[in-house]
């Protein structure tokens, strides 16, 4: 295929350990640098440390579910620009809609393969294209 994911840092937020071992394998073996977060508050500071290229951030979560989270993220001006792509188990047109209004790029349903994590990345990452 020739894309190279080698220097992309990507963030994986989701209050499900499944989801979390699951993405990280996937995009580990496709050569990313993975920071997992239990939720949003755990993210918005591993965010700050990590600088990372791409954001999925799971809907439902505790305490801060990934509507707010995707807000927080957009409305710092440092961040806005980086992709985030929304975890969801829903695919209804509601969800779709909120999702746009806070700012999220993406929506991918679960579950997940591997072709849909690279192909969203892909998306939003011109060096991998």
Do not use: H, W
């Not at 600088?51 to 999925?56: A, C, E, G, R």
Request: aromatic share 6%; with cysteine; charged share 30%.
């Amino acid at each position: 295929m020739g894309d190279d994911f080698s220097s992309l840092r990507v963030m994986v937020i989701d209050d499900s350990k499944t989801i979390r071992r699951t993405a990280e394998a996937l995009l580990r073996n496709a050569g990313c640098d993975v920071v997992t977060a239990i939720d949003g508050f755990d993210a918005l500071v591993k965010i700050v440390d990590t600088d990372p290229d791409v954001i999925f951030v799971d809907i439902m979560m505790p305490r801060l579910d990934g509507y707010q989270t995707c807000a927080l993220i957009k409305n710092n001006s440092r961040y806005k620009d980086t992709p985030v792509i929304m975890l969801t188990s829903k695919s209804g047109l509601f969800d779709k809609a909120k999702g746009r209004i806070v700012g999220s790029d993406k929506y991918l349903t679960k579950p997940f393969g591997r072709d849909e994590l690279l192909e969203a990345i892909r998306e939003y990452i011109p060096q991998v294209a």
